[in-house]
């Protein structure tokens, strides 16, 4: 699948605003602390990766009621779905000015039923001219997604016989139909009857 870049300057995909807000102390504090212990971009960007995914359980897996969506909430309350955290690894990486971008795929249950709108980052590191979508929700029984430039590692390969789309196009602010229901959702059993199905 060919990534489509929506914004062609590559420095939207840089920016802060008050989702991914990068300036946030807590976002540069967790950023700094990652980057103390990375030797260059691919190290720091698997270290936020692997963080993203390991140390912020997915609200679903953990019973968490809360909805967070903004990337700093994210971090400081350490839970969100797989959107949220997204926010919060798209942070990690333009703080430390690695372009990262959203993007997403159609999901369904086994039998098809229950489409949802599932949220990836894409990364490109400095000097590297591809985009390359990585996939922090977390991992768990029959989840076995990894940090890797080359071939996909995602939580699921989208099934078609299901109507499952991976949507290739690379938004440089999160999807306006993801933000509407994270916004307007007070906790998330609240969030999924208001949640997108499709883009």
């Given at each position: 699948?060919?990534?489509?870049?929506?914004?062609?300057?590559?420095?939207?995909?840089?920016?802060?605003?008050?989702?991914?807000?990068?300036?946030?102390?807590?976002?540069?504090?967790?950023?700094?602390?990652?980057?103390?212990?990375?030797?260059?971009?691919?190290?720091?960007?698997?270290?936020?990766?692997?963080?993203?995914?390991?140390?912020?359980?997915?609200?679903?897996?953990?019973?968490?009621?809360?909805?967070?969506?903004?990337?700093?909430?994210?971090?400081?309350?350490?839970?969100?779905?797989?959107?949220?955290?997204?926010?919060?690894?798209?942070?990690?990486?333009?703080?430390?000015?690695?372009?990262?971008?959203?993007?997403?795929?159609?999901?369904?249950?086994?039998?098809?039923?229950?489409?949802?709108?599932?949220?990836?980052?894409?990364?490109?590191?400095?000097?590297?001219?591809?985009?390359?979508?990585?996939?922090?929700?977390?991992?768990?029984?029959?989840?076995?997604?990894?940090?890797?430039?080359?071939?996909?590692?995602?939580?699921?390969?989208?099934?078609?016989?299901?109507s499952e789309v991976d949507y290739p196009v690379l938004y440089d602010?999160?999807?306006?139909?993801?933000?509407?229901?994270?916004?307007?959702?007070?906790?998330?059993?609240?969030?999924?009857?208001?949640?997108?199905?499709?883009?």
């Amino acid at each position: 699948m060919e990534l489509i870049q929506r914004n062609p300057q590559l420095a939207a995909y840089l920016a802060a605003d008050d989702v991914v807000d990068h300036q946030h102390p807590v976002v540069r504090e967790t950023a700094a602390r990652l980057a103390s212990g990375a030797t260059d971009a691919y190290s720091y960007a698997k270290a936020a990766y692997e963080f993203v995914r390991d140390e912020i359980p997915h609200s679903q897996d953990s019973g968490e009621l809360m909805v967070t969506w903004r990337a700093s909430d994210v971090l400081t309350e350490r839970t969100g779905i797989c959107c949220a955290k997204s926010h919060a690894l798209a942070a990690l990486l333009r703080a430390e000015s690695i372009p990262a971008a959203f993007c997403y795929q159609r999901l369904t249950d086994d039998d098809g039923a229950h489409p949802l709108v599932h949220g990836l980052v894409a990364v490109r590191l400095p000097g590297g001219g591809a985009w390359a979508r990585i996939d922090a929700r977390g991992n768990k029984p029959g989840i076995d997604a990894q940090f890797s430039l080359d071939e996909e590692r995602l939580a699921w390969k989208v099934r078609p016989e299901f109507s499952e789309v991976d949507y290739p196009v690379l938004y440089d602010v999160p999807h306006p139909a993801v933000m509407s229901a994270l916004r307007a959702a007070p906790d998330r059993p609240s969030l999924w009857p208001i949640y997108p199905t499709e883009l």
